[in-house]
């Protein structure tokens, strides 16, 4: 056997990971035995929240729900910086945009849809269309390239949680940032939120906790969630194979009644963190009680930039400012409930504008933009609907291969 | 006013929606094909017009610009080339001529172009394709983006391959490495480019691989497609509703480059949906497939594979491509949706 | 929410790390200090936020490895299923 230290760690997560399909049946083999024993001791459903669109992807890219037994149900929580970000960002974003100053996004933000028009326009890739300066990127690192090279006035639309954050935190502290590149700051908390969504959503059995999150922050921040609504806890990685034996630990902990955080992300996530970027994330940012799209304000969830860097913040350099609370309106359009999607509370074909009004092509809500938005990743990957005609095709299968 | 966006030219579902709307319904169906041929009432990779001795006279017309001109493995010039003879060969034809239209913007290099119109005629030739006519224009400065080729393919075909003819039973050959064109392409566009890569444009004509086998299996292969814009998910997904069947694709199967997948991977694309300019997809009788799959092989097409195959399906809104993931799930592959954007989450 | 994406450390300067992503090489920042060539790293947005632990690399299994233990105690697996497992997961480091 060879040891550990030779091994490309990159090739072994595919191997038995990704594709590691005797793996999977052989811990999906797990799964069901335990679930049987726990409907034995009278559970009829088992509902399981995942709060990182990743994971949801990773579900539904890999087919998993197609593979786990009936009863256990895997819910999508408010696990996307896109959907949660409130209208107001991008309409500041479009408006700057359209008035030459050039946008830096995401690729997942480039379609988001505001909730007023600015100038006809209701999102960035509308506003390029309509002559504005839109680049998508993929790193900021890529961004600030660019400014220097093109010594343009510019602004990034800085989207994302806890992992997205340490970037720009040090971007400005090693004094990488050029002055003229400024931030729109949308960065939120993580933790808050689940709270909220768990104990609005109610009787959540178990919670698949973001492993890329919990790089950052460490497993340690998911122990208060845990402990206070008794629920097993896991943070997870994003492979297949981790999914599944993440929903493993947590059949087991219910069959043994207990509630723990475990981490079975731990060839990345410590207990701790990394603290050099929480540091980083300290010095540049203060947490605010912030808005997210579709659910209101949550305490304590979002970044926004200390007195010493606000030179570097958009709405302060630009002119506008955040909405205060009483003038919050949640963000979505008429009929839109990606409000109660974002937070698990229904699925995306319980709205009824859900392939209707509301589509990938044109989308009207946010949650049907981003690629980790429910809405979105349900009507591309697996229409719920049709998880039914995805078990007949393997019951067609099997039958073939017999 | 609703205005043209990229996503209207990315080739996914925004796409026909337009198409459809301005053109399809448009045209009332005698004004969509010669009688007894191949047109717009069902779009393939061509269009074909019957002619007194039974045969079929097969044609195609694609703009091409693309940007930059010359990328990692070709240029504007073959890709031109390549493109319409391989729509040819897809619907079955032999390619025997092409005609061009060049329209370059004003202040653009004639070197350069001389390079560009090189490489386009070396293809062709080696194609056995004659160029029998064409058009040159020159636009003002900033009406054009430096260069725009549209090209005219013509052959003929003995029996065409009409994709809607992929039947249950029939297997999925795929000839090569997918997503070649279409990842070092966005690499170059997006300015995304990596610090080293080995991406590349597969970029190709297919006569060496095609005439051999419309020749020898003519009958055996139900339809053909080169997975150009919107990719394979695209090329399958159509097959899937013309044909009215049901296809299920290994994820294993389907040939990827590592470098390719890594190159995905980290911008969070899907390689289903980038463009190959150099692959045939193949749908070919069930009991055929192996013997053509090592007659692909032979004909130097060595990392070519058989992806999955054609099921009846059971109702009829289920013209589905399905495919088992590599560690056996199911998931629906959709046909793409907008402009391709990298992610972060 | 975060997508990341492994990839081997190939250069480290003052500024940028150079990563390889198997087959395509990017530079990128890093939170972290303590890197060096042959790392392997976890990569969201351009920026590296984690190390990959080989220690910890199979730590992953080691409650599915108690589950099923329990469930032989159960008898509701047999013996060689577990090792059957066991044997599934093991393998690769032998390639
Ligand atoms: S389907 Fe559309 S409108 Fe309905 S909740 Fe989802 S995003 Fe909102
Ligand atoms: S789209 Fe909305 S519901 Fe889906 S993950 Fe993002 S925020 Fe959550």
Known sequence: MKGLESIDLRRATNILFRSNRELALKILKIIELTWAQLKKSGYEHLRIMNFCGTHEWTTTRYGLRSLLPEGIELLAGPGCPVCITPSHYVEAAIKLSLEGVRVYTYGDAYKLPSVKKINGVKSLDEAKASGGDVVVVYSLLDAIRDVVKNRVESTFLAIGFETTYPAYALAILKEETPENLSYIVAGRLTPPAAEYAVERVGGVDGVIAPGHVSTITGGEVWINLAEKYSIPTVVSGFEPIDVLLSIAEILKQKSRGEARVVIEYARAVTWSGNVNAKKAINEVFEVHDAAWRGIGIIPKSGYKLREEYRRFDAFDRYGFREPTRDEWCYDLLPGCRCGEVIIGKIKPSECSLFMKKCTPDSPYGPCMVSSEGTCRIHALHTNVNNIDEIRKIKWIENSNHQ | ?345 | MCWGVYGKVLEVSEKYVKVDFGGVVREVLSSLDDISPGDYVVVHAGLIISKLSREEFLESFKYIREIAEKLVEDGELSREELEEMNRIISKWLEE
């Open chain 2, 1 to 345: 006013m609703e205005k043209i966006t990229l996503a209207h030219g990315a080739g996914g579902r925004e796409m026909n929606n337009l198409l459809e709307e301005l053109i399809f319904k448009k045209l009332p169906t005698f004004m969509k094909k010669v009688e007894g041929g191949l047109g717009i009432d069902f779009p393939d990779d061509a269009a074909a017009i019957p002619t007194s001795d039974g045969k079929y006279i097969v044609v195609t017309v694609d703009a091409y610009t693309v940007n930059p001109i010359f990328f990692p493995g070709g240029d504007i010039g073959i890709l031109a080339a390549s493109g319409t003879v391989n729509d040819v060969l897809m619907l079955g034809g032999i390619p025997i001529a092409a005609l061009d239209t060049v329209i370059v913007e004003e202040g653009f290099e004639i070197e350069t172009l001389r390079k560009i119109l090189d490489s386009m005629f070396n293809t062709f030739s080696k194609c056995g394709v004659k160029l029998i006519g064409g058009d040159f224009k020159v636009m003002p400065r900033g009406q054009l983006d430096k260069i725009l080729i549209s090209t005219m393919g013509i052959g003929v075909a003995e029996k065409l391959i009409v994709d809607k003819n992929l039947r249950p039973g029939d297997k999925i050959i795929v000839s090569g490495y997918i997503a070649e064109h279409g990842a070092s392409i966005y690499a170059a566009q997006r300015g995304l480019t990596p610090e080293f890569s080995e991406l590349r444009s597969d970029v190709k004509p297919l006569v060496d691989l095609m005439i051999p086998l419309i020749e020898k299996y003519g009958d055996s292969i139900h339809s053909a497609s080169d997975p150009t814009r919107g990719g394979l998910s695209m090329t399958l997904n159509h097959w899937a509703k013309s044909s009215n069947t049901l296809i299920i694709i290994e994820e294993e199967k389907i040939p990827i480059r590592e470098s390719v997948a890594s190159y995905c991977e980290i911008l969070g694309l899907d390689p289903l949906t980038l463009a190959s300019e150099g692959v045939a997809v193949l749908g070919v009788e069930g009991e055929k497939a192996d013997e053509i799959l090592e007659d692909v092989h032979s004909l130097g097409y060595t990392e070519a594979q058989i992806i999955g195959e054609v099921r009846e399906k059971e109702r009829k809104e289920l013209s589905l491509v399905v495919m088992k993931t590599s560690i056996g799930g199911y998931r629906i592959i959709e046909p793409p949706v907008g402009e391709i954007v990298p992610r972060i989450c």
